[in-house]
């Protein structure tokens, strides 16, 4: 576990099974998972090619609607995180992938 403390209350962090992600740090006093804070991330726009449609999820059952995102752990490569976060958050597999933009900042 990278962190220690939960950074909304300062309760220490449990490791917790968290289905589709493994152990991540867990606050008991918030009830809140805490993922770990890294400076990577993916953001996917899964196309479906035969309608054209963008794919939108529900996260953690909030009522907002959102891209395929998640954090590239230590050592992945940008393309193989595409394919473990689409994998982790819709069961789907990846046929193509193709860069839309890169920012940095």
Not at 23 to 41: D, H, K, T
Not at 71 to 85: F, N, P
Not at 92 to 98: A, D, E
Request: hydrophobic share 30%.
């Amino acid at each position: 576990m990278t962190g220690k403390f939960c950074r909304e209350c300062g309760t220490k962090l449990v490791p917790k099974e968290l289905e589709n992600e493994g152990i991540v740090p867990y606050c008991p006093s918030c009830e809140q998972y805490r993922f770990p804070q890294y400076n990577v991330a993916v953001i996917m726009i899964v196309v479906d090619e035969s309608t054209d449609r963008i794919l939108l999820i529900q996260q953690y059952g909030r009522p907002t609607y959102i891209l395929v995102a998640g954090y590239v752990t230590r050592g992945e490569s940008l393309e193989d995180a595409c394919r473990r976060e689409i994998r982790e958050e819709t069961g789907m597999t990846v046929s193509r992938i193709r860069y839309n933009r890169t920012e940095f900042f």
